[in-house]
Structure formats: structure tokens, C-alpha cells
């Protein structure tokens, strides 16, 4: 096999692959061992015509497809490895030249990974974020536990918001019932909006034993075609009424609900989880913006085949985490009545974002020289272990080296938004321009000397 390489515009390249002519010949035989029991010719039993006889009669175009479909599969990532090039992108694949006696040549365009022009990354401004807890969010917390520990007891008065009731129903549109409106001990929260329009609200007022008739209208987007729009009326029979009566607050339910034996002691614990949640969400915000103010100082050219590859990983995604929940994707385009071509077009824009992240991550961890050890790499993969109650040393023998240059991978983007972090200035939100800008002048004398390396210098002086 042999590679030539050429270069296209907008980071992307065109792979010209020839196969000697012998290995189209043993492709189209392999074609042949595994059709010859399909293969019907007069005098010959089935399966036992010979592979001369049947190119003979047929030509040997019959074996073309076959043999050139597992030529590109087998050959095309040799070309790869063979090539040099970082692709980064599924291949456009043209046959060229396929015709028993010569070489099987095909064409791959592939998009490269782009080099990237970065700009300022050392003493980036991020927006201050105040992660501090106040008793009202505290309290606001323990009050979500007591509703969850809640119980329904049914009582003996009118309807009212926040009522759990028991129903039978029956749903007449122009006087005739219609599919899907009956049902029977049907459990329903009022103020919970699950029926259509003001079914709920006019329940309020009615008790255990009444018949209420209640009067709606389907909205014009309402699933069934035959209902959108339309006015109905239901005949309602309240069967029960329930409401729910939460726990005391006091140390016995802080002794239910938690390990703590006072109440006082597991307000405590929920403050500091909350503060524990607050400081996580407010690193990745400020992440996220320190990585968006770099990209958008930086250079690059992304090929939109690069896009549309991350963009179809994102769709692929997609499909799985709804097959866990039982959707398939064709219920998700009918449901959101959108096709995958709208849903990939969607997906262009965070590709997009996602793609720049990661090159300029990469760029930084370059520039910077960031190294990752064997025993680092070790570590991870133990951590992985007990993760999964696994043997440590069987890990450390069975993990191969694609698994462990994606965790090298992992920790270098890891380091060096580490280091974009530790060498970032915090400002608070300014509330004018000119609050900016002292802000920004009192934060720069503030702060203490940055954590430097002899490249981030060398690039300070550059901006310099």
C-alpha cells in the first residue's frame, strides 16, 4: 500500500490510497468463498462452482463491491497511521481505480486538527462569584426534606391548592366520549397543571362524594389532531381528598432524615453541602468563561467536516441517553417535529464551541509543556479500580495504550485549565464601566506575583 498526501484548503486533505493488485485479487476471492453457496450455475451443484467459472460467466465486476468495501475498511486506517497527519474527521471516500489485474486506488478527504494561533491565556480576568450560603437557603433546603418525608392523609373537607385527590372521569367532546378521556381512582395533585387548561382549579371547592362537571378547552399544539383546539367537558366523581402533613422540624427528624442527632447539627451539614455545591458550580463558570475569553482571542480555522463529525458523536449520544429511557430518536423528531438534519444543524453551533475548547486546551498544555508521568497515569487507573471494586495490579496489566494516552490525554487538559486558573485575576461583576475599570486596576495591584513558566514568559513578552 502506498499514501500521498495532499493538502487542501481549510485544514483539510485529500489521501490518495493504492492496494497492489494482489490484494484485490484475494479480496475478490475471499468475495466469492462467501457468496459460492448462493451461486446457481447449470451442470454445477450449488456451492461448487468453480471462482474461474463464475467471473467467466458473470465477470468479475460481480466481486467488485465486496472486495473494495473490505479493502477501504481494512486499509484506510494503515493509510492513517501511515500518513501523519492528526485527522479529525469521518472520510468522504471516492473510488478511483478498480479492475481485476490492477491496483484498487480510492481517495480519502479527511479534515486535519488545526493549529491554533493562541492568544492571551496567562492572567485571565474571570467575574467573582460569591458562594456564600444564607440561613434562608438553608431553610429552604430542609423544607424540600420534610416535603419528601411528607405523608397523604385523607381528610374530610373542600378541595383545595396542594390537595391530593382520588377521581373517576369521563371526557365528552361534542357530546360523545372520546379516546383516552376516562379513567378510573386516577390520583391527581391540584396545582400541579398535569391536565389541560383549568380542569384542576375547578375541582377546588368540591369534596369527597360530589359530581363535578368541569368545562375546558385543548390547546391549538395538543398532541391528538382530533382534540387540538376543541372544547370538551368532563363529568368528574371525587372520590377522596388527601393532603400531605409534614414532620415536626425538630432533632427526631433530623435523626430520620440524617446521621446527625440534632437538628441544629444537620442544618449544619446541608449549609455546608450547599456551600460544598455552590464553590463546584462557581469553578466550572469560571472555567467555562476563562476557556470562552481565550478562544475568543485566539486563531484557528476548524473544517466543517470536523463539525459534522463532532456534531454526529453528539447526535449518537443523543440516541443513548434516550434508549435508556425507552425514547427512540424517531419518537423524539416526531414528538419536537424535527428531523436529524434539523437536529445535526442544531448541534453545528456547540460542535463548534466544543471543537475550539478542546484545541485551545491542547494548545495551552503544549505551550506550557505539560508532562504527565507513568505513575500519574498509574494512579488514575488505580482510582479506576477501586472505583469499580477491581483488582489494582490486574487493571495496571490489562489497560493498553489506547486507554492510557487518553487518561495522559485527560490529565493534560486537566493541568493546563489548572494552570489557566491558578494564574487568573477574580473581579466582581462591575455595575458601570467605569467601576470596571477601577475594579480591574485595584484586582491587578492586589494580586500577588502570577505562577510563571519560562514559555509563558517568553509569550507575555510577545504580547508586550
Do not use: W
Not at 360523545?176 to 390520583?187: D, N, P, Q, S
Not at 475568543?296 to 476548524?302: E, I, Y
Not at 491542547?362 to 479506576?384: H, R
Amino acid at each position: 500500500m502506498s499514501v500521498q498526501v495532499e493538502k487542501l484548503e481549510h485544514n483539510m486533505v485529500k489521501l490518495t490510497i493504492e492496494v497492489p493488485a494482489e490484494k484485490l485479487e484475494e479480496a475478490m476471492k475471499r468475495s466469492y468463498n462467501k457468496q459460492k453457496s448462493r451461486i446457481s450455475v447449470p451442470g454445477f451443484r450449488k456451492g461448487k462452482v468453480p471462482y474461474a467459472m463464475v467471473e467467466k460467466m458473470y465477470g468479475p465486476e460481480v466481486f467488485y463491491e465486496d472486495a473494495s468495501d473490505e479493502l477501504v475498511q481494512s486499509e484506510y486506517p494503515a493509510a492513517v497511521d501511515e500518513c501523519g497527519e492528526e485527522i479529525a474527521s469521518v472520510p468522504t471516500l471516492s473510488v478511483v481505480q478498480l479492475e481485476k489485474g490492477k491496483p484498487f486506488i480510492f481517495t480519502a478527504e479527511v479534515a486535519v486538527k488545526p493549529p491554533v494561533e493562541l492568544g492571551k491565556y496567562n492572567g485571565i480576568t474571570v467575574t467573582k462569584i460569591d458562594v456564600s450560603v444564607t440561613d434562608e437557603e438553608v431553610d429552604a433546603e430542609v423544607e424540600k426534606e420534610r416535603e419528601n418525608n411528607g405523608r397523604l392523609v385523607v381528610v374530610e373537607r373542600e378541595i383545595k391548592d396542594g390537595d391530593t385527590v382520588v377521581i373517576d372521569f369521563t371526557g365528552y367532546c361534542d357530546g360523545k366520549e372520546f379516546e383516552g378521556g376516562k379513567a378510573e381512582g386516577y390520583t391527581l395533585n391540584i396545582g400541579s397543571h398535569t391536565f389541560v387548561d383549568t380542569f384542576e382549579e375547578q375541582l377546588i371547592g368540591s369534596k369527597a362524594g360530589d359530581d363535578v362537571e368541569v368545562n375546558v378547552t385543548f390547546p391549538e399544539n395538543y398532541q391528538s389532531e382530533e382534540l387540538a383546539g376543541q372544547p370538551a367537558m368532563f363529568k368528574v366523581k371525587v372520590q377522596e381528598v388527601k393532603e400531605k402533613q409534614l414532620p415536626d422540624l425538630d432533632d427526631e427528624f433530623a435523626m430520620d432524615v440524617s446521621e446527625f442527632d440534632t437538628l441544629a447539627e444537620y442544618k449544619e451539614s446541608v449549609k455546608k453541602k450547599l456551600e460544598d455545591h455552590k464553590a463546584e458550580q462557581a469553578r466550572l463558570t469560571k472555567e467555562d468563561e476563562a476557556i470562552a475569553k481565550i478562544v475568543a482571542s485566539s486563531k484557528m480555522d476548524v473544517p466543517q467536516a470536523m463539525i459534522d463529525t463532532q456534531s454526529r458523536q453528539m447526535l449518537r449520544e443523543m440516541e443513548q441517553n434516550l434508549a435508556q429511557t425507552g425514547i427512540s430518536m424517531e419518537m423524539y423528531y416526531q414528538y419536537t417535529g424535527s428531523s436529524q438534519e434539523e437536529f445535526l444543524k442544531q448541534c453545528n453551533e456547540d460542535a463548534l464551541t466544543q471543537i475550539k475548547n478542546t484545541l485551545v486546551i491542547e494548545a495551552i498544555a503544549n505551550a506550557e509543556d505539560i508532562q504527565i508521568s507513568d505513575e500519574e497515569i498509574d494512579d488514575e487507573l488505580k482510582k479506576t479500580a477501586e472505583q469499580y471494586d477491581m483488582d489494582p495490579k490486574t487493571l495496571l496489566e490489562i489497560a493498553g495504550e489506547a486507554e492510557k494516552n487518553q487518561i495522559s490525554r485527560e490529565l493534560k487538559f486537566k493541568k493546563a485549565i489548572d494552570f489557566v486558573m491558578e494564574n487568573a485575576k477574580e473581579r466582581a461583576k462591575p455595575k458601570s464601566r467605569k467601576k470596571a475599570e477601577d475594579s480591574d486596576d485595584a484586582a491587578e495591584e492586589k494580586k500577588p506575583a502570577k505562577k510563571t513558566t519560562k514559555k509563558s514568559e517568553k509569550a507575555e513578552e510577545k504580547e508586550d
